[in-house]
């Protein structure tokens, strides 16, 4: 069982570059979500999706976009890269909201210069 | 505000030597307590989840508790292996969907 999958696990980005963030889970999930990691902080939302066909804003949402293309990817865009989106960015799946466990990648490691 | 603060920050501890960490809440309507371990350059993974206070759940050397206003993440005799972040978050109000999470306290255990 492979769970979630993130790609890539690292990228290096210019400001002002474009990058998307994939991820897929295979666990049959209903809910998913991607986080920001930065030091000395706990994990931010950025966006989730409770159910396949909707996307709802997290507490991090400005400079970002995402598209739920089924209900085992769900993959996070940014369209124009600034150094404050330096981070290490996770997805996460649950069965249905947060009432169940999140599953976790292993994460995308962000620099933006 | 609501807010959710592990304290310490980083514990280094002799192997079998037990100690706790804390995670103190304030936050309105609790509706669920949630301890992951997170391994370095990996995703966190969950532990356990706690809903009302005077829950206690154990797993091998770890045991966690809850009460109003704190949640204790008690290690019986750690072994190296046990050496992680330990992150705590808070399911709370109406949203079945945000969870607040704290900063982590990082456990070296010395073999």
């Known amino acids: 069982n492979a769970g979630v999958t993130q790609t890539p696990k690292f990228q290096v980005l210019k400001t002002g570059q474009s990058m998307t963030l994939q991820c897929a889970q295979d666990?049959?999930?209903?809910?998913m979500y991607w986080y920001r990691q930065d030091p000395g902080m706990g994990l931010r939302l950025i966006y989730y999706?409770?159910?396949?066909?909707?996307?709802d804003k997290g507490e991090v949402p400005n400079g970002y976009n995402v598209s739920r293309l089924n209900k085992r990817e769900f993959s996070l865009r940014l369209e124009s890269a600034a150094p404050s989106q330096t981070s290490v960015y996770f997805c996460?799946?649950?069965?249905?909201?947060?009432?169940?466990?999140?599953?976790f990648g292993n994460g995308t490691r962000l620099t933006v210069t | 505000e609501d807010q959710v603060t592990q304290s310490p920050e980083a514990l280094r501890l002799q192997e079998g030597e037990s100690s706790s960490l804390n995670c103190s809440y304030t936050?309105?309507?609790?509706?669920?307590l949630f301890w992951y371990r997170q391994d370095p350059g990996k995703g966190p993974e969950f532990l356990f989840t706690?809903?009302?206070?005077?829950e206690e759940k154990e797993k091998e050397r770890l045991k966690a508790t809850l009460t109003k206003k704190e949640s204790f993440l008690h290690i019986t005799a750690p072994k190296p292996e046990d050496s992680a972040t330990y992150l705590c978050?808070?399911?709370?109000?109406?949203?079945?969907?945000?969870?607040?999470w704290g900063a982590g306290t990082k456990l070296i255990i010395k073999p």
């Open positions: 936050v309105s309507g609790l509706r669920g």
């Open positions: 996460a799946s649950s069965l249905q909201g947060i009432g169940s466990p999140l599953h």
């Open positions: 666990m049959n999930h209903n809910s």
């Open positions: 706690l809903y009302s206070a005077g």
């Open positions: 978050a808070v399911q709370a109000g109406d949203s079945n969907y945000q969870l607040i």
């Open positions: 999706s409770a159910s396949e066909g909707t996307t």
